[in-house]
């Protein structure tokens, strides 16, 4: 199994500003993925992050918005940037640890005034 | 169409009794994998269970076990002796072209079902 930490856990940030949730995985791991669940929904992939290489965004999800960056095989950062009430989510981020098991983080819990 | 459908957005189960939570999955693709994750009111993402789609056996894992019915594309989970711990959301996830860990482990999930254990 994997063990996957995320910072902050929770934040409340005012409309037009930007957070950076990072993510740390105890293990080298090649892809992390980061999700968002908005209030009373499933969950949603933004990007795949591979190291060394450009994220790969999900449909309705920008880089400009939501940059990722992955410098190592261990962590990865997600920024929501110029947020809005709308980004008010759980933002999880997530490995595969094996083919048959992928963990999530604990998740960082934004909300945006 | 939807990937993944869970059609009870609730469920109550006694304790101790036992209590199936319902997946339907939609893919053409051969190789595949289901997932059951279990998310308390802490927002965090239990992983459960997982099922391949080339495995010949029903997985199991302690108290969970996976119902998988591969010609009516059904993955239900079943929840044995219910806890009182085992109140939460619960999602269904699958995962196409990568039964093995293929070059995609994009998961795509259902939209959950809130299962409530009464005492």
């Known amino acids: 199994s994997a063990v996957i930490s995320q910072k902050p856990s929770r934040d409340i940030c005012q409309r037009g500003t930007s957070l950076t949730i990072q993510c740390q995985v105890d293990?080298?791991?090649?892809?992390m993925f980061w999700y968002r669940q908005q209030p009373g929904q499933s969950l949603t992939l933004i990007a795949t992050?591979?190291?060394?290489?450009?994220?790969?965004?999900e449909s309705g999800f920008v880089i400009d918005k939501f940059p990722i960056s992955r410098p190592n095989l261990t962590f990865s950062t997600l920024t929501v940037s110029n947020m809005s009430p709308e980004d008010s989510s759980i933002y999880l981020c997530?490995?595969?640890?094996?083919?048959?098991?992928?963990?999530f983080g604990p998740g960082t819990r934004l909300t945006v005034l | 169409a939807q990937k993944i459908t869970q059609t009870q957005p609730g469920m109550f189960v006694q304790e101790k009794e036992a209590v199936t939570l319902d997946c339907t999955y939609d893919?053409?693709?051969?190789?595949?994998?289901l997932f059951w994750y279990k998310q308390p009111s802490s927002g965090e993402m239990i992983f459960l269970i997982y099922?391949?789609?080339?495995?010949?056996q029903n997985a199991t894992e302690g108290r969970y076990s996976l119902n998988f019915q591969k010609a009516r594309k059904s993955a239900n989970l079943v929840i044995s002796a219910s806890q009182l711990g085992d109140s939460a959301m619960y999602f269904c996830?699958?995962?196409?072209?990568?039964?093995?860990?293929?070059?995609?482990?994009?998961?795509?999930f259902g939209k959950g079902t809130l299962l409530t254990v009464n005492p």
């Open positions: 997530s490995v595969e640890a094996g083919a048959a098991e992928q963990f």
């Open positions: 293990s080298q791991v090649t892809m």
């Open positions: 992050a591979n190291q060394g290489s450009e994220a790969t965004y």
């Open positions: 893919t053409s693709d051969p190789s595949y994998g």
């Open positions: 099922q391949g789609s080339y495995d010949q």
């Open positions: 996830a699958m995962r196409e072209g990568g039964n093995s860990g293929g070059s995609n482990y994009k998961l795509t």
